[in-house]
């Protein structure tokens, strides 16, 4: 792989040829990546898949007009095709009043941030192997476990680089392990199945193999035989592993694009109240060795910790440069690239922060509700807020998780569910986005 001063010096070039060509201002990332991934089932090795590439893409502006091409094809030659085609079509595309990089002023000085992202062991498709095969061992070894889908261990790597016209050259190298398991469980009603994953930046960091195939093996056994219900209201618990979807829904609706289109339910939500007071979502992309760690955006702009909502109330827009000059403000530092088109957003590391109950001692509270962990179909209105999921997970009866369910759909508002929501105490650092358990006190239960 290219080092990345290899790599700033091939976007600078790109960048300079340019606008030797016509551009008046210009951008351009570089990634790189390679990896390997292992997948058995039922003890034998199924497949080794190995992927490796590099690509730059190349933002290129002639006043208002912007254009964006990338390629794979880094020579001298594929270059020169790649500059003349982008800016041919920016001078050709009509005029956007909100186009530009970022503000110069607000761009990364100095060194980049080294986050620990970086893991050199070396992992070969036998340890991979290795790692998938005492996964699927561990979760087949569960009582109940009749079959397995399979598990899978991988490991990969990549350089990000990104240079603009006005300053910013930077880049960052970062590693990933994972490994995952899906097994099936057969009862007198059909079969059941569940899966578990983990993933690091570094090995020594990710979760042991026969951990993820036990937990694996132990959710799907719980599943077998579920029942069906008859409509009703009563409260609904998110288990962790999908709890953190309630902070995704959230993220989607406080983008600068998606508030400049005034396409948001918390359209006017900037300033007030959304969540009861206590509750605390933290941005943190500086964390080390986080999953979602970034030291810059993808216009250059540094990231740092930030409380979306604090004490309940909702404190930013999560804005780009051009959401953020069609709003008449500054960017936030959440802008997303990729190799072709504008930039995006997107958040670093995001938690709902703990709250002051036990799990046990939320659930001990409910006579009678549901404990979802598993979620269906994508059933949630951004604009009007309307919120209606297909689920699967048990009862909760005298507080006490006791049969399995499935067939049903939970259904409420995301405003009435943000300013209702109760954290568990029982937050862990998983996934990259993370919540505890999550009580929603009042839902419509949909089943037959």
Known sequence: MLTIDAALERLTLLIDRAKQAGATAADAIYVEDASVSAQVRLGELEDVSRSEGAEIGLRVFAGNQVASVSTSDLSTQGFDALVERVVAMAK???????????????????????LDLYDATTV???????????????????????????????????????????????????????????????????????????????????????????????RTVRRVNPIKLASETMPVVFDPRIASGLIGHLIGAITGSSIARKSSFLLDARGKQVFAPGITIREEPLRQRGLRSRPMDGEGLPTRELDIVSDGVLTTWLMESASARQLGERPTGHASRGISGPPGTSVGNLMLMPGTVSREDMLRDIKRGIYVVELIGMGVNGITGDYSRGAAGFLIENGEITTPVSEITIASNLKDMFASLVPASDLELRYGIDAPTVLLPRMTVAGN
Do not use: F
Not at 92 to 101: F, K, Q, T
Not at 188 to 196: T, W
């Open 92 to 114: 050709a595309a009509p005029s956007d009043p909100y186009a530009g990089l970022a503000p110069e002023e607000l761009l990364l000085k100095g060194d980049v941030p080294d």
């Open 124 to 218: 070969d498709a036998d340890l991979l192997k290795m790692d998938a095969l005492a996964a699927e061992e561990a979760a087949r070894s569960v009582p109940g476990v009749t079959n397995s889908e399979g598990a899978s261990a991988s490991a990969g790597e990549v350089v990000i680089a990104i240079a603009t016209s006005h300053g910013v050259a930077h880049g960052y190298r970062t590693t990933s392990h994972g490994v995952s398991a899906t097994v099936i469980a057969e009862g007198k009603d059909g079969m059941e199945r569940d899966y578990d994953y983990a993933s690091a930046r570094h090995r020594s960091d990710l979760m042991a193999a026969e951990d993820v195939g036990r937990r694996a093996g132990e």
